[in-house]
Nanobody
Framework: QVQLVESGGGLVQPGGSLRLSCAAS????????MSWYRQAPGKERELVAT????????NFADSVKGRFTISRDNAKNTVYLQMNSLQPEDTAVYFC???????????????WGQGTQVTVTV
């Protein structure tokens, strides 16, 4: 059974930092491309950042470039999202996503975690 379990969310003041973790089980983690998405109230789910099996990271959301960093630890089957200089507009539920990567391409259906709430407020 595949499980993606996010943790590390919470309440933080503007300018603060959080590190989200996503622990994966039931999949050969090192062969999966991992991503973080977020969904704010009333908005569509947004791709925040992706890290490939080779460790190449891509930040898709312009609003987080220079502030968020994605990383992975294959020995711990865990992907992280370090979030610095948080702003109220970063408030959202953050979801972990895993999809099989082969030959540089993603294949098959993705797996999702249950999400973790991040709230940035004074």
């Amino acid at each position: 059974q595949v499980q993606l379990v996010e943790s590390g969310g919470g309440l933080v003041q503007p300018g603060g930092s959080l590190r989200l973790s996503c622990a994966a089980s039931g999949i050969p983690f090192r062969t999966y491309r991992m991503s973080w998405y977020r969904q704010a109230p009333g908005k569509e789910r947004e791709l925040v950042a992706t890290i490939t099996t080779a460790g190449g990271s891509i930040n898709f959301a312009d609003s987080v470039k220079g502030r968020f960093t994605i990383s992975r630890d294959n020995a711990k089957n865990t992907v992280y999202l370090q979030m610095n200089s948080l702003q109220p507009e970063d408030t959202a539920v953050y979801f972990c996503n895993a999809v099989w990567e082969y030959g540089g391409y993603v294949r098959g259906s993705p797996y999702w975690g249950q999400g973790t709430q991040v709230t940035v407020t004074v």
